[in-house]
T-cell receptor, first 115, second 111 residues
Framework: NAGVTQTPKFQVLKTGQSMTLQCAQDMNHNSMYWYRQDPGMGLRLIYYSASEGTTDKGEVPNGYNVSRLNKREFSLRLESAAPSQTSVYFC??????????????FGPGTRLTVL | LAKTTQPISMDSYEGQEVNITCSHNNIATNDYITWYQQFPSQGPRFIIQGYKTKVTNEVASLFIPADRKSSTLSLPRVSLSDTAVYYCLVGAGGGADGLTFGKGTHLIIQP
């Protein structure tokens, strides 16, 4: 099992460009998450999907959109990138909604730089 | 939404036992306590989870007092490879609750 995979690993964008970060899991998990982590900071939740067909905002959703394409895949889209979105983005998944007795499994991250 | 408070950083030496305490004064009845470990340039990794009393696995122990207003992650006989950031999360899985990582505790192990 590959666990949680993310593409791309690195990306450089110019201000105003758009892009989609891809995430897939092969653990048959119901819930998936997108976080961002800025230098020296903890992870902040952008969006999450408790189950296929549902998405909800997290702590910092502005400037992002998500799509739960199917049970395996959860994508994050930046419609018009801004330098403030320079960060490392982590995708995660869990069997049930994390925060209770469910652990999250994280991908390796995507390092995004917006010039 | 239960908030957590952890020390920003801690130092210790190889072979020592390290205890990291997390305060969560307004923890709710249904909340679980979960700890994650993060190495540089990697995603967090689950360490241990508990609801009350003591939980032990192959890498750590988690001590939770009866009032559940705090918890202590105990790492026995640490090595240099335990240098990482440790996060304490509290929540019941009812939404974004329990998905707040905070800044964590940066643990530095010295030889």
């Amino acid at each position: 099992n590959a666990g949680v995979t993310q593409t791309p690993k690195f990306q450089v964008l110019k201000t105003g460009q758009s892009m989609t970060l891809q995430c897939a899991q092969d653990m048959n998990h119901n819930s998936m998450y997108w976080y961002r982590q800025d230098p020296g900071m903890g992870l902040r939740l952008i969006y999450y999907s408790a189950s296929e067909g549902t998405t909800d905002k997290g702590e910092v959703p502005n400037g992002y959109n998500v799509s739960r394409l199917n049970k395996r895949e959860f994508s994050l889209r930046l419609e018009s990138a801004a330098p403030s979105q320079t960060s490392v983005y982590f995708c995660a998944s869990s069997a049930g909604l994390a925060g209770g007795n469910n652990e999250q499994f994280f991908g390796p991250g995507t390092r995004l730089t917006v010039l | 939404l239960a908030k957590t408070t952890q020390p920003i950083s801690m130092d210790s030496y190889e072979g020592q036992e390290v205890n990291i305490t997390c305060s969560h004064n307004n923890i709710a009845t249904n909340d679980y306590i979960t700890w994650y470990q993060q190495f540089p340039s990697q995603g967090p990794r689950f360490i241990i989870q508990g609801y009350k009393t003591k939980v032990t696995n192959e890498v750590a122990s988690l001590f939770i007092p009866a009032d559940r207003k705090s918890s202590t992650l105990s790492l026995p006989r640490v090595s240099l490879s335990d240098t990482a950031v440790y996060y304490c999360l509290v929540g019941a899985g009812g939404g974004a609750d329990g998905l707040t990582f905070g800044k964590g505790t940066h643990l530095i192990i010295q030889p």
